[in-house]
């Protein structure tokens, strides 16, 4: 099924079908992007790590200065009785969302426990197995704490990432691979990075400018619990270009290898396919 074509929509308290309106023009979300939100997957069966995505946009929430309104436990659920109206076969993208709704008296900070809060289910297909991507470089940076809430899965910072994007497909790449505000690598504009060489594993170190996501913490492990070295390092492009292979990390795809950094060549390597393989095995097993 095509994405887009099959939505469910928590809201008020109850399920709707279809892509449901949820806020409103003068909502502080809608007019000042006090939104965050957290996605997870639902597929062959489970949905890894639930509960850590719905830890997180609560956590997302409180940095971008809004209220939690529903616990972690609370949400999982509601998300799994969503997700029984769904085929056992179905691929279903999961995004839990807050958004400020009233300002207080400056209007420009979310008032204390106005928050709205939603589920979109959306059935999204997985990546096939062959999937792979290219990368570029581009003149945009990721943030730091100090200028933007990178703290938080938060929607404010994704036009940064959608123009990225852009640029990366002007130079016919599909995507970034990205700088942080000192111009070491810190992630893709769409997913975390990883990069193999001589047998060893190396991903950028968490410093603050981008999200260490759940998915790769997991892959972190499991590549530890196979007897694979993986460093947390402070990386740079000359690094990557001498990779024996790099591969993203991310919710939606979970592995992604990376043929082609700009002139650089990559093979899709025995690390990427062995990290995709742990995940999906880790995964079941959560059945």
């Known amino acids: 099924m095509a994405a887009g074509t099959n939505i469910r929509t928590y809201f008020d308290g109850q399920w709707h079908d279809g892509n449901a309106p949820i806020m409103r023009a003068a909502d502080h979300g809608a007019w ?13 069966g489970v949905a890894p ?13 409180e940095a971008l200065m809004l209220t939690p309104s529903v616990t972690t436990e609370d949400m999982v659920e509601i998300i799994r009785e969503g997700l029984q109206t769904f085929g056992p076969d179905a691929a279903v993208y999961i995004r839990p969302m807050y958004w400020g709704i009233d300002g207080d008296a400056t209007t420009i900070v979310p ?25 570029t470089t581009t003149q945009f940076r990721r943030p730091v704490l100090e200028s933007a809430v990178v703290n938080a899965k938060a929607g404010c910072l994704y036009p940064n990432n959608a123009r990225m994007l852009r640029e990366a497909r002007a130079k016919g790449f599909a995507n970034a691979l990205v700088a942080d505000a000192m111009g070491h690598v810190a992630e ?9 060489r001589d047998g060893e594993v190396f991903t950028p ?21 196979d007897g694979v070295t993986v460093h947390e390092a402070v990386l740079s492009f000359d690094d990557f270009h001498n990779a024996d292979e790099v591969f993203m990390t991310g919710n939606m795809s979970k592995v992604t290898p990376v043929t082609a950094l700009d002139g650089t060549q990559y093979q899709v390597g025995p690390i990427a396919r062995r990290a995709r393989e742990m995940y999906w095995d880790w995964a079941v097993g959560t059945r």
């Not at 790590?49 to 929430?61: E, F, G, K, Q, T």
């Not at 990546?127 to 290219?134: E, G, I, K, M, R």
């Open 32 to 44: 000042l992007g006090s939104s965050v939100f957290d996605g997870a997957r639902f597929f062959d």
């Open 49 to 61: 790590d639930l509960d850590a995505h719905c830890a997180r946009v609560n956590r997302s929430a």
């Open 111 to 135: 008032k204390d426990g106005s928050t709205g809060f939603a589920i979109c289910l959306e059935e999204i297909p997985m990546a096939p197995a062959t999937a792979s991507t290219t990368l």
């Open 188 to 196: 893709t504009a769409t997913a975390n990075i990883f990069m193999a």
């Open 205 to 225: 170190i968490p410093n603050g400018t981008f999200l260490a996501g759940i998915t790769r913490a997991r892959h972190i492990k499991n590549l530890r619990a």
